[in-house]
């Protein structure tokens, strides 16, 4: 592991600066409402169309990265990410009102496209640059800290620098993304190939990843529905966050985002040390992650019963705790438990659920919250309840091994095919 920890480092930018780049919306969403004369909805789809484009292109970005390589298609993506981020400042500087919101919409768009080839990129090429399991789990343990780390940065330095220009954190986009890009350039290494024969078509892959899905569907589906639980319920929790400590206890500026980071700081802490504890055990994996779903549950359950800022400030802490377990856990088991060659394909469909839950989070929760808090907070515990459910009956570890899949069988039945079309032919 030694020798690629400047890769590991490299890839790790990828998710602080991704999430920075959206999360840094979240502590001035009040603020951008205010200065374009937008709905709380209007704003909350800031949050959303980045998710949603994201959800459609991740697939697309994943099988570009098995067919082509990752590193092909992150370095444009991070460009693209970049132009979006422009966009969005050039409309903040030159326009206003509902003209501005619509070009800023655009570039957020725009911005989606980029970050779908290149956070969900991550995780596959993590899995090819280390042979051993623990060093994979701990290497996503990393990778997960420091998308959780730029959710617990992402607030402080959001509200910080809209107490500057409430557009700035556009600004910062461009140049991060620019960081980004020039550390994957010239510190990652493309990972030797483990097979010299030539890649399959398009219909031989697409019938490896049918075969794949046929034959896990059932823990593969669960893991990616418990991702999109974990991130709809973090943004959600956010978004609330935020528009109660403005609207309800006057906290604005810098103070808000060191509130709003409490919660994120303790997501991050236990994601980290949950990557290190689990190792190459897949049935901790599994029930590491159903205590982690069981805590944040109980701990929306008892939120509901009372709004005073410390309270509140407490039990989502430990809704930060139960998603930062959890995560990684189910990160690690997807990675093991998919062969290399259709890794970047399977994880692209789990964090395109991810992104599903990123983008209905904050509008899901802006509606819900006119129905009251405990309605809100019961029907949150209902979906991680519904996510502890996935993890104890759904998700199977001893059977997610890599090995004589599907996949592996059609692959070799297809280079057989093409081989004997070639001794046919000579």
């Not at 510190?187 to 097979?195: R, S, W």
């Not at 303790?266 to 159903?290: A, D, E, R, V």
């Not at 509606?367 to 515990?381: D, E, K, P």
Request: proline share 4%; net charge positive.
């Amino acid at each position: 592991m030694k020798d690629k920890k400047w890769d590991l480092v490299a890839l790790a930018s990828i998710p602080l600066i991704m999430t920075l780049g959206n999360s840094m919306l979240i502590p001035i969403l009040p603020q951008i409402s205010r200065q374009l004369d937008i709905s709380a909805f209007q704003v909350s789809m800031l949050i959303t169309v980045f998710g949603l484009v994201a959800i459609l292109m991740i697939p697309v970005a994943g099988y570009l990265s098995d067919r082509f390589g990752r590193k092909i298609v992150i370095l444009p993506s991070l460009i693209l990410a970049a132009i979006g981020g422009a966009i969005c400042v050039a409309a903040a500087w030159f326009m206003d009102g509902l003209s501005a919101y619509w070009v800023i919409l655009a570039g957020r768009f725009l911005q989606g496209i980029g970050a779908a080839g290149a956070f969900p990129i991550v995780l596959p090429f993590v899995g090819d640059l280390f042979k051993d399991e623990k060093e994979v789990s701990k290497s996503l343990g990393i990778i997960e800290t420091s998308n959780t780390f730029g959710k617990v940065l992402s607030p402080i330095l959001g509200a910080y620098l809209g107490t500057l220009l409430w557009y700035a954190p556009f600004i910062a986009i461009p140049i991060l993304c620019a960081i980004s890009f020039l550390m994957v350039l010239f510190l990652v290494k493309k990972p030797e190939e483990d097979e010299k024969d030539e890649k399959p078509g398009i219909r031989e892959f697409l019938s490896e990843i049918v075969g794949v899905l046929h034959k896990k569907g059932r823990w593969l589906y669960a893991i990616f529905a418990i991702g999109g639980i974990c991130m709809f319920l973090i943004f959600g929790v956010l978004f609330y966050l935020s528009e109660t400590l403005e609207s309800k206890y006057n906290l604005q500026g810098t103070m808000k985002g060191f509130v709003l980071a409490i919660p994120l700081t303790l997501l991050c802490l236990s994601s980290y040390g949950g990557g290190k504890i689990i190792g190459q055990n897949k049935g901790l994996m599994k029930w590491l992650g159903f205590s982690g779903m069981l805590l944040l549950t109980v701990a929306m359950v008892i939120a509901g019963f009372g709004n005073g800022i410390y309270f509140l400030v407490g039990f989502l802490s430990l809704v930060g705790i139960g998603i930062g377990v959890a995560l990684p856990c189910m990160d690690a088991l997807l990675t093991e438990g998919i062969e290399k060659k259709n890794r970047g394909t399977i994880t692209s469909l789990y964090s395109s659920m991810r992104f599903i839950g990123v983008a209905l989070g904050p509008p899901v929760v802006s509606l819900i919250m006119t129905r009251g808090h405990w309605v809100l907070f019961a029907t949150l515990a209902a979906v991680g309840a519904v996510g502890g459910l996935l993890t104890l009956f759904a998700v199977t570890p001893n059977k997610n091994k890599p090995g004589k899949s599907v996949g592996r069988k059609t692959a070799k039945m297809g280079r057989h095919i093409r081989h004997a079309r070639r001794q046919r032919a000579r």
